[in-house]
Each structure stands twice: as C-alpha cells, then as structure tokens.
C-alpha cells in the first residue's frame, strides 16, 4: 500500500512554538504531499515535494523528505492559534490516492 | 480557474432510504475524480476513484456505489443506508498530468447522518 503514516497522532503546543510532524511509507513515491483540515472543512493542499528533492520551503512550512527511509517531515515554525487543524500526508505515484490518519495539531494561544 | 462543488452540503436521512451526493469540477477537462468518507474524528476513507466516464475504481464496495455519467460530474449512492454509512463525505479532483499531477482539490463536503 502507498498509504503514508503519521505521527504522532496529536500534537498540542503553544503559540509561538515550533511543531514538527512526521510521515513514513512503504513502496517508493514520486513525490509526497502534505494538507491541512480544519474542522468540518475539505483538505486544503499545503506543500509537494519529489522525490529527488531533500527539502522544501513554503513560508512558514518546511517539508524534509528522506526516501532512503521512506520518511517525510512538516516542521511548522513559529506556529500560531489559526494553524490548529489536522494534518495528512499523502503519497504518489499513480490515480489510487490514500491518505493516512493524520496528526490533529492545537496550538494554544 | 478550476472549481469543485459539491452538495448537498448536509443530509440527515433514516436507515434504509437512498442516498445521491453530486459533485461537479469546472474549468479542467478530463480530470481524476475521487470520494473519500471521514467518520467522526478519523482519517480519509477512499471509496472511489475514476481516471474517465464510466471508469470507476471501488475501494469500499458494501452498499455504496460511484457513477460518472459525465467527464466532470461524480456521482455516489446507495439503495439502502445504514448507520455506519454516517460521516462526511468529501469529492476531490486532481489533473492527469503535467506539474498538478496527483494535487488534490477538495469540494466542501457534505456531512451525512443516517438515523
């Protein structure tokens, strides 16, 4: 299956702090993702990067991917009250898109 | 620019009635077409995909069922609901090529609670 993991599972931190979430996988990708949820709402696409890129940056977002351990990073920086959603990895690489179970971050102001 | 709609936007339906949720994309031709279901304070659910008209992939077949009578249009339904079928159910869109290959655009869901 090409469904990512992460963890961990729930992430509460507080205004300000750095958060930092993780993804692991298990057959080889051609790029990875990352989105947001707020609550009741659709996902929301954050960042992709490739699988022959190590780092990537979006604004406050930066994305590290690892495919020799089959391991992606989003480290959130200086994180703030409205980034309080959960937050899904999402692997590549044909139609059959799965998502994991992602990781519900609350960041208390 | 491309949208996703999607409704209706919340249903409360009792056991054994029928179910139809529609989604439509604008502005994009030919795209892959998905509905994931989220229970309550789950992860996403696939349950169908669809790479064109009439071509659609089931990954939870039960009792629910997706059509795709039109290039942009993605239909789900059941003959019969039953209580798990309760959750949000989100449509989804990506390109079949180029740089937005396997990007992911969502509608705004539509929660269904079967009682």
């Known amino acids: 299956s090409q469904q990512g993991e992460e963890d961990p599972q729930a992430l509460s931190i507080q205004e300000g702090e750095n958060a930092t979430m993780n993804c692991s996988y298990k057959t080889s990708i051609n790029n990875l993702q990352w989105y947001r949820q707020n609550s009741g709402r659709g996902l929301v696409h954050l960042i992709l990067?490739?699988?022959?890129?190590r780092e990537k940056h979006s604004g406050r977002l930066r994305v590290t991917l690892d495919t020799s351990k089959k391991s992606s990073s989003l480290l959130i920086t200086a994180s703030r009250a409205a980034d309080t959603a959960s937050y899904f990895c999402?692997?590549?690489?044909?139609?059959?898109?799965?998502f994991g179970k992602g990781t519900k971050l609350t960041v208390n102001p | 620019s491309q949208t996703i709609h999607q409704w209706p936007a919340t249903l409360v339906q009792p056991v054994g009635s029928p179910l139809s949720l529609e989604c439509t994309v604008e502005?994009?031709?030919?795209?892959?077409l998905y509905w994931y279901r989220q229970a309550a304070g789950r992860g996403l659910q696939l349950l169908f995909y669809s790479v064109g008209i009439g071509q659609i992939s089931s990954e939870v077949p039960q009792n629910l069922s997706a059509s795709r009578p039109q290039d942009r249009q993605f239909i789900l339904s059941s003959k019969k609901l039953l209580l798990s079928d309760s959750g949000f159910y989100l449509c989804?869109?990506?390109?079949?090529?180029?740089?937005?290959?396997?990007?992911?655009?969502f509608g705004a869901g539509s929660r269904l609670t079967v009682l």
């Open positions: 502005g994009t031709s030919n795209p892959n």
């Open positions: 999402l692997t590549g690489g044909s139609e059959k898109l799965v």
């Open positions: 989804a869109w990506s390109a079949t090529g180029g740089s937005g290959a396997n990007v992911l655009t």
């Open positions: 990067i490739r699988s022959n890129e």
